[in-house]
């Protein structure tokens, strides 16, 4: 079981500004109280939080899941099962 990484860059910056670590153990609990505005901007990316939960459980799903990037923020943000 990966734990999920969600990591914030500015861009053009190889050091992330935020990391976020979710413990496999924890990560369906978790998902459980990401507020709605966050799974609907993850949504809007094609990303599924309740498919991230299930790819956890499987031993050869690591890597990265999704970048996003948002250049008018300048931000770039990268979820990965590691």
Known sequence: ??????RVFS???SEPDTTIRIPSAMLRIASKFLP???LGALSEH???VDSI????QNPEALGTIAEID???K?????????
């Open 1 to 6: 079981m990966a734990d999920l990484m969600i």
């Open 11 to 13: 861009i053009g910056k």
């Open 36 to 38: 709605k505005q966050v």
């Open 46 to 48: 094609g990303i599924e």
């Open 53 to 56: 939960v299930e790819l956890s």
């Open 70 to 72: 948002e250049h008018n």
């Open 74 to 82: 300048g931000k770039k943000i990268v979820i990965a099962l590691e």
